[in-house]
């Protein structure tokens, strides 16, 4: 078995979205947006319409893009991975469960809501603490993904469902204009954990030991 434990694939993740940790949690109500104007984006696998003024912040990468609403403190990551589904067992693993389930736009999605503190800050506070949808969204071979990263300093208020101003103002509208698109030379799951599909099915199995009951099956991951 490769040294790579499940708990270091999880850290991994950080460089998907940009964050570290994960809790639930709850917040305030909020209005309606609608007069904020959208502005399109396209990608090679994806496109849609943000809602407000949105610009893009890192383009580097072939299968990830990152966009930021600076107004309202807001950071968009999409992108596409050959097995979206996967990587959201993963995630469950750290306590990101109970999705939403939803049919937008022709495209079945998945919502969680999440939260997590920034960098190695421990302290959990409302100034610091971001809170996160992910919309995921499994299409045969290809895995897309949404997450809206709400910064704590940020004026729209976020619940931990779809009754938040954050979801129904923002991650909504998004995905009703979503268009999802089929592209080759789609990434692999286990080769963005640096594993090999072997090592990745290891993996993926001790999780769903796991889920099964086996709770020490990731006992040496710990």
Do not use: C
Not at 74 to 82: E, L, M, P, Q, R
Not at 122 to 139: C, E, G, L, P, R
Not at 147 to 170: A, L, P
Not at 192 to 206: C, R, V
């Amino acid at each position: 078995m490769d040294d790579k434990k499940i708990i270091i694939i999880l850290v991994a993740i950080v460089a998907v979205i940009a964050i570290v940790g994960f809790a639930f949690f709850s917040g305030m109500l909020g209005g309606n947006n609608s007069d904020l104007g959208s502005t399109h984006f396209k990608t090679k696998f994806m496109e849609g319409d943000f809602v407000g003024n949105v610009t893009l912040a890192n383009d580097k990468e072939k299968f990830m893009h990152s966009y930021e609403d600076k107004e309202h403190k807001i950071t968009y990551n999409i992108s596409t991975v050959d097995n979206s589904t996967a990587l959201m067992e993963i995630y469950e693993v750290q306590g990101v469960t109970n999705p939403e389930e939803r049919t937008i736009n022709g495209n079945d999605w998945n919502i969680y809501f999440t939260q997590a503190i920034p960098g190695n800050d421990t302290k959990s506070n409302d100034n610091n603490t971001m809170n996160i949808i992910i919309a995921q969204s499994q299409v045969k071979k290809e895995g897309y993904l949404i997450y809206m990263i709400v910064d704590g300093k940020s004026d729209v208020n976020s619940t931990g469902n779809t009754f938040g101003q954050s979801y129904t103002d923002y991650m909504q509208p998004l995905l009703e204009s979503i268009t999802l698109k089929k592209m080759s030379g789609v990434p692999h799951i286990y080769d963005e954990f640096g594993l090999t599909e072997e090592q990745f099915a290891q993996q993926m199995d001790l999780i769903h030991q796991y889920k099964a009951g086996n709770t020490s099956a990731l006992g040496g991951s710990q």
